[in-house]
């Protein structure tokens, strides 16, 4: 193959894969909706230490403030990893976390004694 | 509520998850690698450089005080000690898999952390082997008693590399499917592992007692075959009782003669992205597949770890595939060799994709966990809080140290430069075997479509995330 055949085809490619992304992309579902402002999200949990409705998502921008309850039918302590912030709820009762998102990633807050995931948080740049 | 969330969930080794690449970063990476490849293919050279490996010998006074009897014994015994660290912490302490040393010194610090620095440094597992270490003093042990060398079995020359290949599938099983199945870290406890350990070192040494420590290392002991892999890619070895540089990626031209060379370096390609894919790309079609495999009867668990071994055999089949039709492209080149040499000799072309998808998958849990290993899993290996050796037992994990973009860009940066260097490899064996080189360049576009085939789905494992 000669140099021009080569930068021809590399063009063609390099369009055709930008146009793919841009695309694909169009599509794609934003599930950030669960931090809306002025309503602080409350995962509820149920007496087999599971989130009702599923593992619950937020979403938030570093520097934004992470702000969310968990109402807990049962004595545990909430563990946000990651930020490693240990909170124990009573049974029945609700504990609040409200803190800055200072680290970029994905992190897991579960029901540390039960062993079960409640909350995928996730925190982009 | 799905299957997935009734499993019995433990928190997995590392807290903090890589975000998805960007869409963006996606397409560059993607454009790079595409535009990369055109050039390789065109403007390449026409003589084979890597084919003989231009050994330069390194000081002699060097070579004399690392590789003197002593250091050797020393360093066979600080390896024999951390393994027995490894395999006590894992029996007497805590459960808590990211407190216990054992989890991440064997999965993280030696498992990761060996090809890193064995493709920058050369062998340095070799000469810290512990199962090396006790077989050579049996051995000496041995002759200094019965006053002869111990006899050894033949090994069987179309075994080869295979047992370390399907080692390599076990070690990653027990990981990530043992201990990870279904998309939910089940918690790989740190007991299992240390009891693999045991019977893996009982193994080894058995089977160096039959075929020779050496042949054994060589060809089926997983660690040697695996590390020393990656250290072909490297500038550093040793020839001779001599510590030498060669040219880098020298060495691998001649390591894949050995059966079962392939199956090992594809092994690699396979679980790691078994690994990436299971939490993002695959996890529809794995939880899918689990719910057909419940209905046949098992256990939630149960099903989640069948599912998970058949997705794992599926990658090592899906990457075989893709190489071997590779291979079988080349074939339809004018002059080509017969397909048993190909497949044999392009093999270590696929090295420096193994490395690349190792250090796009776990750069960050590298980064992370060695904190731990360096402080509190050190102060306190057993992670019961009954020791504090330096004073570090209290320490945590600064998850701020590297940003998304940081480990987005060591990620892409990483597939793309395993690319380059495949290519460069396979393009240089295609000028050792066909005689003219413009038939030599026409076989390389069917490596060229392996190697982007890889890389695109690198970036594609990365971009899916776990979400």
Not at chain 2, 25 to 33: K, N, Q
Not at chain 2, 295 to 311: C, E, K, N, Q, V
């Amino acid at each position: 193959m000669n140099p021009k055949t080569a930068i021809a085809g590399a063009a063609v490619i390099v369009v055709a894969v930008v146009l793919l992304i841009v695309l694909s992309s169009g599509g794609s579902d934003d599930k950030s909706s669960t931090t809306d402002a002025g309503q602080v999200p409350t995962i509820v949990v149920n007496k087999n230490a599971e989130s009702v409705g599923g593992i619950a998502e937020l979403t938030y921008h570093k520097g934004d403030q992470i702000h969310f309850k968990v109402k807990s039918a049962i004595a545990d302590e909430v563990h946000l990893h990651g930020y490693d912030i240990p909170k124990e709820v009573k049974a029945g009762g609700t504990v609040t976390f409200d803190l800055p998102a200072t680290i970029e990633g994905v992190f897991e807050a579960e029901m540390e004694d039960q062993k079960q995931q409640i909350l995928e948080l996730t925190v982009e740049p | 509520v799905s299957l997935l969330d009734s499993l019995p969930f433990a928190h997995a080794l590392v807290a903090r998850q890589d975000l998805p690449i960007p869409a963006w970063l996606f397409a560059w990476g993607a454009s790079i690698v595409l535009i990369v490849s055109f050039f390789a293919l065109s403007a390449a050279w026409r003589k084979p450089r890597f084919e003989s490996e231009h050994w330069r010998p390194g000081g002699a006074g060097v070579s004399r005080v690392l590789l003197a009897i002593p250091m050797q014994v020393l360093c066979g015994l600080v390896g024999v000690f951390l393994l027995g660290v490894a395999i006590y912490a894992g029996l007497r302490g805590t459960e808590a898999p990211d407190r216990n040393f054992a989890l991440t010194f064997l999965y993280v610090t030696c498992w990761l952390g060996f090809p890193l620095f064995s493709a920058l440094l050369g062998n340095v597992f070799r000469p810290l082997n512990p199962w090396r270490a006790v077989g050579r003093a049996a051995g000496a042990g041995f002759r200094a008693i019965a006053g002869q060398r111990s006899a050894h079995l033949d090994y069987p020359e179309w075994l080869g590399r295979w047992p370390a290949a399907i080692g390599l599938l076990a070690v990653v099983w027990l990981e990530v499917v043992y201990g990870g199945s279904g998309g939910v870290a089940v918690g790989l406890s740190p007991e299992p592992v240390a009891v693999a350990a045991l019977l893996y070192s009982a193994y080894t040494l058995a089977m160096m007692a039959l075929f020779g420590v050496e042949e054994w290392c060589e060809r089926g002991e997983i660690f040697s075959v695996y590390f020393g892999m990656f250290s072909q890619l490297g500038s550093f070895g040793v020839k001779d009782g001599r510590i030498g540089r060669r040219r880098p990626l020298s060495a691998a031209t001649r390591w894949a003669t050995i059966p079962g060379s392939a199956a090992v370096v594809i092994a690699s390609i396979a679980t790691t992205s078994f690994d990436g894919g299971q939490d993002g790309a695959f996890k529809g079609a794995i939880e899918s597949v689990m719910g057909w495999v419940e209905d046949l009867g098992p256990s939630a668990l149960d099903a989640a770890r069948i599912t998970d071994t058949i997705f794992m055999l599926g990658c090592f089949a899906g990457v075989a595939i893709v190489y071997l039709l590779g291979v079988r492209g080349m074939r339809t080149v004018k002059g080509a060799p017969s397909f048993d040499k190909l497949r044999t000799g392009f093999a270590h072309t696929l090295i420096p994709i193994a490395l690349a998808y190792l250090i796009a998958h776990y750069f960050s849990l590298f980064v992370f966990q060695e904190q731990a290993q360096f402080t509190y899993l050190l102060s306190d290996p057993l992670g019961n809080g009954t020791t504090d050796l330096f004073g570090t037992a209290s320490a945590g994990i600064d998850f701020t140290v590297v940003s998304s973009n940081a480990i987005w860009y060591v990620q892409v940066g990483a597939l793309v430069v395993g690319h380059v260097l495949g290519l460069t490899l396979a393009h240089d064996r295609a000028l050792a075997y066909w005689p003219d080189y413009r038939d030599a360049s026409r076989s390389q576009y069917w490596m060229l479509a392996v190697m982007v085939a890889f890389t695109c789905f690198g970036l594609y494992l990365l971009s899916a995330g776990n979400g």
